[in-house]
């Protein structure tokens, strides 16, 4: 405010040199959609600032439309964002290795007696655009999980998680200021049993599910059954969506008929709910699911990701013991790394 905006165009003139006039047919893309379901209104369901929407209403006129168009970008099916080529992958492998080096940095650097700050300011950076802001929350409760850095300093036993998200692609992890319980009976090793292992198994059945074709209903269903019993639950979607913005829309949901398709980017994303104070357990990677065609595109044109995609691949398979299908493509530089203890990062779970 306070600037001379007088030589400016106005908004109305703008939309009217771009086609928008009486009795048009127009069309907002707006921040996200309702479904009809949550929406009972008469008005229309438009995400978009009121003022940009009054405009356009104006201007077309009671003989004009004016619908959303935020679906057609947006959902699972067909939505423009839900697929990606093998250009559009390449460069999500780039930002999803970049913030996965940048949460194992951090995590690496977290140690009693420094700042919050202090370890975030380990990860490398170089001004690329975020999808999200960096995240880092500790203590004894973290219950506000996705909050900034503070000066508060770690101690031995606080609960941490930590997050970092360029433009397609998000790392996460979560875990405790620990080192590997030495002892059967003491509260790491309790965390280990009840939290870690449970989660880590949720993590598994998640990466084993993906397939193309797959129902969202089913992979739903199979990673919640895992989690029966353990005392806590995922509590979002078991994964998403993800493109230049963080979360586009999900296939992962109760009854959803929505299949795993080729060109989807996704975020292996299992947000434990209910869990015990002073516990914290995530690993939250991003993958692209290609049919042999798109494999075959992606190695052609990009050969230097296509070998780094190979070998994570074979990493998940051979050292995690987990059975992905060939038509995932891991983005992330340790995919599915999970090293619940922080101060022994060399320390990850594998599935047996």
């Known amino acids: 405010m306070g600037q001379d905006r007088a030589a400016g165009m106005r908004l109305e003139d703008a939309l009217a040199q771009a086609g ?19 929406w009972s209104s008469t ?138 319980p030495q ?39 199979r990673v919640r059954g895992t989690l029966e019993g353990t005392g806590f639950g995922s509590a979002l979607n078991p994964g998403h969506l993800t493109h230049l913005d963080e979360w586009v829309h999900s296939p992962v949901r109760p009854e959803s008929e929505d299949p795993i398709r080729s060109g989807m980017c996704l975020q292996c994303d299992i947000i434990p709910d209910g869990v015990r104070p002073g516990w914290a357990a995530n690993c939250e990677d991003t993958l692209a699911v290609g049919d042999a065609d798109l494999r075959a595109a992606l190695a052609a044109r990009h050969p230097d990701v296509w070998s780094r995609v190979q070998a994570r691949q074979t990493f998940m398979r051979e050292r995690l013991g987990i059975a992905i299908a060939d038509e995932i493509l891991p983005l992330s530089a340790a995919p599915a790394y999970f090293a619940p203890f922080w101060l022994s990062p060399d320390h990850a779970l594998v599935a047996s």
Request: proline content about 4%; charged content about 20%; aromatic content about 8%.
């Open 20 to 38: 928008v006039r009486a009795g048009a047919q127009t069309a907002v893309v707006g921040w996200k959609y309702f479904e009809p379901e949550e």
């Open 43 to 180: 008005a229309t369901r438009i995400a978009a600032p009121a003022f940009l929407v009054d405009v356009i209403r104006d201007l077309v006129g009671d003989a004009g439309e004016l619908t959303d168009a935020t679906d057609a970008v947006m959902n699972p099916r067909d939505g423009l964002r839900s697929l990606s080529s093998a250009d559009q992958i390449a460069a999500f492998e780039w930002a999803a290795a970049r913030a996965s080096h940048a949460v194992a940095a951090i995590v690496r650097a977290a140690e009693p007696g420094l700042t919050e700050r202090q370890a975030v300011a380990a990860m490398p950076y170089a001004g690329e655009p975020l999808s999200a802001h960096v995240l880092f929350a500790s203590g004894p409760e973290v219950a506000v999980g996705l909050r900034s850095a503070t000066d508060r300093k770690l101690e031995l036993g606080d609960a941490a998680t930590t997050a970092v998200g360029f433009w397609g692609g998000l790392c996460c992890r979560a875990g405790l200021i620990e080192s590997v």
């Open 183 to 221: 002892k059967q009976r003491s509260h790491t090793a309790d965390y280990l049993e009840h939290m870690a292992i449970p989660y880590w198994r949720a993590i598994v059945t998640w990466y084993e599910s993906i397939r193309l074709g797959t129902r969202g209903r089913e992979i739903d269903a």
